[in-house]
Structure formats: C-alpha cells, structure tokens
C-alpha cells in the first residue's frame, strides 16, 4: 500500500444553511470576507446580510440558498488553503455541494459557479407547480425493499423515486405528492421503518425536475469548464474523475438524477485504502453544517470525519495542522 495523505473535502447541499453562517469567518479571516464580498458582487445582493441576518428570511429559498452554501464553501476552503496549505487529494459534494467541489478543484470559475447556481435555483423551482410535488425521509433498515417498492410503485404520471442515498439507513424519496405520501403509508403498514413527510418546495432530484435539467443544459453552453486539478467523486455516478474528463452533461444530470452519497463515501473509501494507510486519512466537511459527518459516520465503519461549521471548529482543524 502506497503511503501518501488522503484528504478528503467534503462539501454539504441544501439543507446545511442558517442564519448566522459565516458570521465569525468573516471577522476572524479576511479571504473569507473577501469571498463574501465577490459573491455580493457577482450577484448584486449582500451576501453577508443574507448569511448574517436574513431580515427578509430569502436564505430558505432556493435561489438564495444555493449561493450562500457554495460561497461559504468556498470561502471556508480559502481560509483552509491560506492559513495552512491545506489542499484535497479528492473532492466531492453533495448535490449543489458538487459546484463548491469543482470551484475548489479548480475546474469552475467562482463567479460563473455563483450565477449558475442562483439559476440553477431557480430553474428547478419552476420545474413543477408548488403543491404538485413531494418529498420523504426513509429511516431503517430495510432499505433495498424500500427501492423496489419505489421501482415497483412510479409511474411517469405518479413518480416516486429514491433520489438520495445518504447512508445505508437513510433514503430521500421525491416525485409526485400523492405518489410518495402512497409510498410512505405502505412503508408505515409493512414495519419497514420510519418515513419523515420534508418540508420542501418542490420534488428534488426527481424525474419531476427534467425541465429544469433542459433548462439548465441550455445555461451551461456559457460557462467554461477547466480540467480538474484535485480528482471528484460525481454525484451521478460515484465515479471518480481526473483532468478533463468531467464534463457539463454531469451537472445536468445530477438535476433529475439520484445523489449517490453512500456510493461516493464507499468509493472514496476504495480508494483512499488502496492510496493511503488509515492513520493519515482526512475527511473533512467544508463549509455549513454537519450534515455529511453525520452520514460518513452511519456509512463508514471505524472512519470518523472533522467539521468546518464554525469559528471553533476552523480553529481546530487549522491547529491539528499546525497552523
């Protein structure tokens, strides 16, 4: 077995966000400041009033959402860099995370990442009227039967479909409203588990969202993407990419496709085992939250993960680097 470090930079979706994020990043860092203020400026709004305060309480929808995730992403992964040369030797993100993992890998221009994710936002919230569609929470252990009732239940007109495999005891199902609340009746009277109604504004991830996917195909042909840097596990695939092998049609699909979760940690653990012994391996959470800790440590047996989330924990895991 090689010998070299294995880090990991693990970067959260929706979901991560609250009030108050960043706020102490920014008075003790001044990259991270200064990244807030790019975002600001790329989309003409205070992105520090947003995270800070949100006196118009816009940081739960998703056009503001997913700006303010990927910029404090980013700007906690420029403190990283900056104060202790901390660099991954792999990237992934979780759904909207994949943005923030490709501007830290160096294949998407920040500003571009910013303005695609805003539309991106907004495009999936017009995919379908509010109301049509749904979203539920799978918790327990019966989680392969859960899949084939969902491939056994959808149908194009009543979608109900896995769409995120967070660990091996937690599924999202999204599709159609009546469809997933059938879903989560039937897996209430066979004893699967637990199945959790989310509070959402529209079916994520779902077939629901291919007008968002077109959508958002026709966007992309404006921005630029550069070769990877730092290796991506990608959401649609769990599949690892290098220098130009990534393409655009992998943020499309990711829209109206299943996130992978459990398949990119167990991919990731592949191949850091087979890079790396276990005593230098890092998985890091950069950037809102602790959302992806808690999932690594449901996924992976006798891994453990350190966060971002705050002040305190940035301090820490500067200072376990020794800077």
Same mark, same amino acid.
């Given at each position: 077995?090689?010998?070299?470090?294995?880090?990991?930079?693990?970067?959260?979706?929706?979901?991560?966000?609250?009030?108050?994020?960043?706020?102490?990043?920014?008075?003790?860092?001044?990259?991270?400041?200064?990244?807030?203020?790019?975002?600001?400026?790329?989309?003409?709004?205070?992105?520090?009033?947003?995270?800070?305060?949100?006196?118009?309480?816009?940081?739960?929808?998703?056009?503001?959402?997913?700006?303010?995730?990927?910029?404090?992403?980013?700007?906690?992964?420029?403190?990283?860099?900056?104060?202790?040369?901390?660099?991954?030797?792999?990237?992934?993100?979780?759904?909207?995370?994949?943005?923030?993992?490709?501007?830290?890998?160096?294949?998407?221009?920040?500003?571009?990442?910013?303005?695609?994710?805003?539309?991106?936002?907004?495009?999936?919230?017009?995919?379908?009227?509010?109301?049509?569609?749904?979203?539920?929470?799978?918790?327990?252990?019966?989680?392969?039967?859960?899949?084939?009732?969902?491939?056994?239940?959808?149908?194009?007109?009543?979608?109900?479909?896995?769409?995120?495999?967070?660990?091996?005891?937690?599924?999202?199902?999204?599709?159609?409203?009546?469809?997933?609340?059938?879903?989560?009746? =039937?897996? *209430?009277?066979?004893?699967? %588990?637990? +199945?959790?109604?989310? /509070? $959402?504004? #529209?079916?994520?991830?779902?077939?629901?969202?291919?007008?968002?996917?077109?959508?958002?195909?026709?966007?992309?042909?404006?921005?630029?993407?550069?070769?990877?840097?730092?290796?991506?596990?990608?959401?649609?695939?769990?599949?690892?990419?290098?220098?130009?092998?990534?393409?655009?049609?992998?943020?499309?699909?990711?829209?109206?496709?299943?996130?992978?979760?459990?398949?990119?940690?167990?991919?990731?653990?592949?191949?850091?085992?087979?890079?790396?012994?276990?005593?230098?391996?890092?998985?890091?959470?950069?950037?809102?939250?602790?959302?992806?800790?808690?999932?690594?440590?449901?996924? =992976?047996? *006798?891994?453990?993960?350190? %966060?971002? +989330?705050?002040?305190? /924990? $940035?301090? #820490?895991?500067?200072?376990?680097?020794?800077?």
């Amino acid at each position: 077995m090689a010998s070299q470090k294995s880090l990991l930079f693990m970067f959260p979706g929706q979901g991560s966000q609250s009030v108050g994020m960043g706020k102490e990043l920014a008075a003790n860092f001044e990259e991270f400041r200064l990244t807030l203020e790019e975002a600001s400026d790329a989309l003409g709004y205070s992105m520090e009033r947003l995270c800070f305060e949100d006196p118009e309480q816009q940081l739960s929808l998703t056009e503001f959402t997913q700006p303010s995730i990927l910029a404090v992403s980013v700007g906690t992964a420029r403190v990283l860099a900056k104060r202790a040369g901390l660099v991954p030797t792999s990237v992934a993100g979780h759904s909207l995370g994949e943005y923030s993992a490709l501007v830290v890998a160096g294949a998407l221009d920040f500003h571009d990442a910013l303005r695609a994710v805003r539309f991106r936002g907004q495009a999936m919230q017009r995919a379908v009227p509010v109301g049509v569609g749904g979203m539920a929470a799978y918790i327990g252990a019966q989680a392969a039967r859960v899949v084939d009732l969902c491939t056994q239940a959808s149908r194009p007109e009543s979608a109900v479909e896995v769409v995120n495999f967070n660990s091996r005891s937690q599924l999202v199902l999204s599709g159609h409203k009546g469809a997933v609340d059938t879903l989560c009746a =039937l897996i *209430g009277a066979e004893k699967l %588990g637990r +199945a959790i109604p989310l /509070a $959402v504004s #529209a079916p994520f991830h779902s077939s629901l969202m291919k007008p968002a996917a077109e959508e958002m195909e026709r966007y992309l042909e404006g921005v630029a993407l550069a070769p990877l840097r730092v290796p991506l596990f990608a959401n649609v695939d769990a599949s690892l990419y290098t220098a130009d092998t990534y393409k655009k049609p992998m943020l499309v699909r990711q829209i109206a496709s299943a996130v992978l979760w459990t398949q990119i940690l167990d991919a990731a653990k592949a191949h850091a085992d087979a890079t790396s012994e276990p005593s230098t391996r890092t998985w890091l959470e950069v950037g809102p939250g602790n959302v992806l800790q808690g999932l690594l440590r449901k996924t =992976l047996e *006798g891994e453990s993960s350190t %966060g971002t +989330a705050d002040f305190e /924990a $940035v301090k #820490a895991a500067l200072a376990a680097t020794g800077a």
